[in-house]
């Protein structure tokens, strides 16, 4: 059987240089892929001109703008990209192997889906994994969101996210909601359209395209009103929340973030319309990367309990 030099051969090109491409190849830069290296600029350069040379053809155009892909360097820093980052995710998975070790799993979340969602459910997860630990970062914003960091996401606007796996954890179900005490000094329940239309609507000073607002709705459940409809009070979806459980107003609820709240009788729905769309809430991994185990079990654990 015909043996593979790793370091080098007519068979493969050198690991490490393709390994340094990699990283050119994620910055678009030789020197910032130098100081990641540690190493001189020129140095970064010949292990590029090295591999473009084993390949016989140009990895990166050059111009005075600074370096891109060519079509091949595209096709090599998809393929090299995914496999080193597979090679470094079996060492963790293999480490993660022995007793004593607790493996890690980051997800990105709202805030509010965080506090409401994800977090009242993390006990169970943990129960049934104790040998992994979960690490929740909180973003309100989809806008320059570094999914690098992260095992798994849950967006927090409509927009795709090319290339990405995704799998549906539930469906959207949006209805208006309010406290008991503020429906009931507007009018005796279920309120008509033309009772909640008159209410005073809370709404988010919006940093990012969410997934419906009240115009939409409105439009949604046969009813006509003016786009902007609502009184912008905070950007945060939490706080929204709070302040309608506080009798100033009506928010839009999101079935999974309120039902426990409904529950507990922190808020009701004055109206007996909902909408449930077509685009259900996903969870995201990022693009180009296997699930680490710890990522699978979380994933499958949240699908299963959603």
């Known amino acids: 059987m015909k043996q593979i030099d790793i370091t080098g051969s007519t068979d493969l090109p050198s690991i490490q240089g393709l390994a340094t491409f990699a990283i050119v190849a994620r910055h678009a830069s030789f020197s910032s892929a130098a100081e990641e290296l540690e190493v001189g600029q020129p140095a970064v350069s010949h292990a590029i001109r090295q591999l473009e040379r084993w390949f016989g053809c140009a990895l990166f155009e050059r111009d005075h703008r600074g370096i891109r892909l060519t079509d091949g360097g595209r096709i090599l820093a998809d393929g090299v990209g995914a496999g080193l980052t597979r090679v470094h995710q ?54 320059n969101f570094d999914t ?36 009931d000094s507007i009018a005796p329940r279920p309120w008509s359209m033309d009772v909640l239309l008159g209410a005073d609507l809370l709404t988010l000073q919006e ?52 039902v426990d709240l409904m529950d507990r009788g922190l808020l009701v729905q004055p109206v007996v319309e909902s909408v449930t769309t077509d685009e259900p809430i996903w969870l995201n991994a990022p693009a180009g990367r296997a699930l680490t185990s710890a990522a699978s079990a979380l994933r499958d654990w949240l699908v299963a309990h959603a």
């Not at 506090?115 to 006990?123: I, K, Q, T």
């Not at 046969?222 to 309608?244: K, W």
Request: aromatic share 8%; hydrophobic share 40%; charged share 20%.
């Open 148 to 183: 690098g960091t992260v095992d798994l996401f849950v967006p927090v606007g409509r927009a795709r996210w090319p290339g990405c796996q995704r799998w549906a954890l539930m469906t959207e179900t949006v209805y208006p909601v309010c406290s008991a005490g503020y429906a």
């Open 207 to 258: 940093r990012h395209r969410t997934r419906m607002r009240w115009s939409e709705w409105f439009r949604a459940v046969g009813t006509t009103a003016p786009d902007g409809a609502g009184s912008g009070i905070t950007n945060d979806y939490t706080v929204l929340l709070h302040a309608a459980m506080e009798g100033h107003g009506v928010g839009l609820g999101w079935h999974h973030l309120v």
């Open 90 to 143: 079996a060492v963790r998975d293999v480490q993660h192997m022995q007793d004593g070790i607790t493996e890690v799993v980051t997800i990105s979340v709202s805030t509010a889906t965080a506090a409401s969602w994800l977090m009242p459910r993390l006990a169970g997860f943990k129960a049934d994994h104790p040998e992994i630990d979960v690490r929740c970062v909180t973003t309100d914003s989809d806008r």
